[in-house]
């Protein structure tokens, strides 16, 4: 396995646990060293650090800080690096085709790489001509077949799927020895399998991608972007209309914007798949998304740039569109937070800085993406240091364990008295007896003359 990525991992751990022997690593070094040494994870999903613990403990899995060994004595690797968006918007192949490179040119034998990550369409046929490639510059050239194994599991479902009765869709032209030898450790039964094309596999992903992205945004957005996208189509409106009653009932939260990386890397793909009398329901997806984290705009930059304006301070927690990651790639949250800094561009503070960031993860891709107001930010190392002598706090993302921060101390350190809770995970009865007063998402703001 090279990638370890929530997904990654917990393959691997799934693999180890049926009996095959799991080497895995990344091309980040400090991400594979930070699992072997402190088993620091880059997400959370139920169950996957046990598993990881309980594998290393037996041998079944070891993890590498460089991938040399794996080319060396695995006939099957499975990638599940990330896929960025590029220019055009869609996936770029840029960090697999690295991969690609060097398992073509160190394998010794006939070598299979089945990609388990977002695809392009035609990503698979691109991959194997990189492998040919490269293969046609060694003078002891060995097959490197390069095939789709496409992640079809939902975040914080991905182990249960794994190991009991999650569908394993392997794109390919022929069956390959060494996936059918895996495969008949975690599928003796042949029952889960789905074989399939290339082309069917990576349509299998974009179209699971798109009902996660759909999905967020009916659960999430529903109530405002019907409202803001009458224009966009009648479609839209009924779909997300549709769904009121059942997300209401599962107590869905409301964020900062509608399905961040999820939802906008994917629509070129989703084009590329959908009947073309479809695509005024994706394009009416992201007007309403566009306008409605306009509408999130206008609601609460006004009381932040009051409260920072004449020297007050206000305390942000969390970014991420997905809880328990640090994945702060599009998501709406930093772009909302650079327009809160906006008027602070370039200003330097000795002391008194106008904002205080705590992200349980990702800190450091947040002092990347907010470099131009960076000065503006005391980077806090927790919720309490950030939340002392804050006149509001803005929660923009969500992660486990949260709650916690609900104690009397709270609102002892705080100077002023509003929770700002964006994403509607917080309890707001719990916050209210603390003497705090909890807002949600469009609700009505204290006025702060």
Same mark, same amino acid.
């Given at each position: 396995?090279?990638?370890?990525?929530?997904?990654?991992?917990?393959?691997?751990?799934?693999?180890?646990? #049926?009996?095959?022997?799991?080497? $895995?690593?990344?091309?980040?070094?400090?991400?594979?060293?930070?699992?072997?040494?402190?088993?620091?994870?880059?997400?959370?999903?139920?169950?996957?650090?046990? $598993?990881?613990?309980?594998?290393?403990?037996?041998?079944?899995?070891?993890?590498?800080?460089?991938?040399?060994?794996?080319?060396?004595?695995?006939?099957?690797?499975?990638?599940?690096?990330?896929?960025?968006?590029?220019?055009?918007? #869609?996936?770029?192949?840029?960090?697999?085709?690295?991969?690609?490179?060097?398992?073509?040119?160190?394998?010794?034998?006939?070598?299979?790489? $089945?990609?388990?990550?977002?695809?392009?369409?035609?990503?698979?046929?691109?991959?194997? #001509? %990189?492998?040919?490639?490269?293969?046609?510059?060694?003078?002891?050239?060995?097959? %490197?077949?390069?095939?789709?194994?496409?992640?079809?599991?939902?975040?914080?479902?991905?182990?249960?799927?794994?190991?009991?009765?999650?569908?394993?869709?392997?794109?390919?032209?022929?069956? !390959?020895?060494?996936?059918?030898?895996?495969?008949?450790?975690?599928?003796?039964?042949? =029952?889960?399998?789905? !074989?399939?094309?290339?082309?069917?596999?990576?349509?299998?992903?974009?179209?699971?991608? @798109?009902?996660?992205?759909?999905?967020?945004?009916?659960?999430? !957005?529903?109530?405002? +972007?019907?409202?803001?996208?009458?224009?966009?189509?009648? *479609?839209?409106?009924?779909?997300?209309?549709?769904?009121?009653?059942?997300?209401?009932?599962?107590?869905?939260?409301?964020?900062?914007?509608?399905?961040? #990386?999820?939802?906008?890397?994917?629509?070129?793909?989703?084009?590329?798949?959908? *009947?073309?009398?479809?695509? @005024?329901? +994706?394009?009416?997806?992201?007007? @309403?998304?566009?306008?409605?984290?306009?509408?999130?705009?206008?609601?609460?930059?006004?009381?932040?740039?009051?409260?920072?304006? =004449?020297?007050?301070?206000?305390?942000?927690?969390?970014? =991420?569109?997905?809880?328990?990651?640090?994945?702060?790639?599009?998501?709406?949250?930093?772009?909302?937070?650079?327009?809160?800094?906006?008027?602070?561009?370039?200003?330097?503070?000795?002391?008194?800085?106008?904002?205080?960031? !705590?992200?349980?993860?990702?800190?450091?891709?947040?002092?990347?993406?907010?470099?131009?107001?960076?000065?503006?930010?005391?980077?806090?190392?927790?919720?309490?240091?950030?939340?002392?002598?804050?006149?509001?706090?803005?929660?923009?993302? $969500?992660?486990?364990?949260?709650?916690?921060?609900?104690?009397?101390?709270?609102?002892?350190?705080?100077?002023?008295?509003?929770?700002?809770?964006?994403?509607? =995970?917080?309890?707001? *009865?719990?916050?209210?007896?603390?003497?705090?007063?909890?807002?949600?998402?469009?609700?009505?703001?204290?006025?702060?003359?």
């Amino acid at each position: 396995m090279i990638g370890l990525t929530v997904t990654g991992l917990a393959w691997a751990a799934v693999q180890a646990e #049926r009996g095959l022997t799991v080497l $895995a690593t990344d091309p980040d070094e400090d991400m594979a060293e930070g699992i072997q040494e402190e088993m620091s994870l880059p997400g959370v999903e139920p169950g996957l650090k046990e $598993a990881l613990e309980a594998q290393i403990k037996s041998g079944g899995l070891t993890i590498l800080t460089q991938p040399r060994r794996i080319f060396r004595e695995c006939r099957l690797i499975t990638l599940c690096g990330m896929t960025p968006a590029g220019e055009d918007g #869609r996936p770029s192949l840029r960090f697999i085709e690295s991969v690609v490179r060097q398992a073509a040119n160190q394998c010794p034998e006939a070598t299979v790489l $089945a990609v388990k990550t977002t695809l392009p369409p035609g990503g698979i046929r691109a991959l194997q #001509r %990189v492998a040919d490639a490269a293969a046609a510059d060694r003078e002891d050239a060995v097959p %490197v077949h390069v095939i789709a194994l496409p992640e079809l599991y939902d975040d914080g479902a991905m182990m249960k799927a794994m190991r009991q009765d999650g569908p394993i869709v392997v794109g390919e032209d022929a069956r !390959y020895q060494p996936v059918e030898a895996a495969l008949e450790m975690m599928d003796p039964d042949g =029952s889960r399998r789905i !074989y399939c094309t290339p082309e069917d596999a990576e349509a299998a992903a974009v179209s699971d991608v @798109a009902r996660i992205a759909f999905a967020q945004v009916l659960a999430n !957005y529903w109530q405002d +972007i019907a409202a803001d996208c009458g224009a966009s189509g009648q *479609k839209v409106f009924e779909i997300l209309t549709r769904g009121e009653k059942m997300h209401r009932r599962a107590g869905a939260p409301l964020s900062a914007g509608a399905g961040g #990386r999820r939802l906008s890397q994917e629509l070129a793909n989703l084009k590329a798949f959908e *009947k073309k009398e479809t695509w @005024a329901l +994706i394009d009416g997806f992201q007007t @309403a998304n566009t306008a409605h984290f306009e509408k999130v705009k206008a609601w609460l930059l006004p009381a932040v740039q009051k409260i920072t304006s =004449s020297g007050g301070k206000v305390a942000v927690l969390g970014l =991420s569109n997905v809880p328990g990651t640090d994945d702060l790639r599009e998501t709406p949250a930093v772009e909302l937070l650079k327009a809160m800094a906006e008027s602070f561009e370039d200003q330097s503070f000795e002391e008194g800085r106008p904002f205080a960031l !705590y992200l349980p993860w990702g800190m450091d891709q947040a002092k990347w993406r907010l470099f131009r107001t960076r000065e503006a930010f005391t980077f806090c190392a927790s919720c309490a240091e950030a939340t002392k002598h804050a006149e509001m706090v803005v929660i923009l993302g $969500a992660w486990p364990g949260m709650g916690r921060m609900l104690t009397p101390a709270l609102a002892k350190r705080m100077a002023g008295r509003q929770i700002v809770d964006v994403t509607g =995970s917080l309890d707001k *009865k719990k916050i209210a007896a603390l003497g705090l007063k909890p807002v949600g998402l469009f609700e009505k703001l204290e006025d702060l003359n």
